[in-house]
Nanobody
Framework: QVQLVESGGGLVQPGGSLRLSCTVS???????MAWYRQAPGKQRELVAR???????NYLDSVKGRFTISRHNVKGAVYLQMDSLKPEDTAVYYC????????WGQGTQVTVSA
């Protein structure tokens, strides 16, 4: 079974940046990958998706601030988050797209002054 490990979260002030990393125990060649997030009391939502040919889609509220990327050889997916806002506070998860793998533990991102 594929295992996902997210890291890089933390506490950051509004306007700050974080870079999230996700390592996958199996190959990600030929697999669409995505980052999701879940804020307290809210449903999990798709933040960004990257296809095998690196076509990318973003949640409207993060366009121009977040950048998803992938490294197939390393089996890793990244999310560069800039100009962070309090409403970005959530637990962030990576997975394949559409999601069929078991969710990892996620990484907490808290944006607060």
């Amino acid at each position: 079974q594929v295992q996902l490990v997210e890291s890089g979260g933390g506490l950051v002030q509004p306007g700050g940046s974080l870079r999230l990393s996700c390592t996958v125990s199996g190959t990600i060649f030929g697999i669409y990958m995505a980052w999701y997030r879940q804020a307290p009391g809210k449903q999990r939502e798709l933040v960004a998706r990257i296809t095998t040919d690196r076509s990318i889609n973003y949640l409207d509220s993060v366009k121009g601030r977040f950048t998803i990327s992938r490294h197939n050889v390393k089996g890793a997916v990244y999310l560069q988050m800039d100009s962070l806002k309090p409403e970005d506070t959530a637990v962030y998860y990576c997975t394949n797209y559409p999601s069929t793998w078991a969710w990892g533990q996620g990484t907490q991102v808290t944006v607060s002054a």
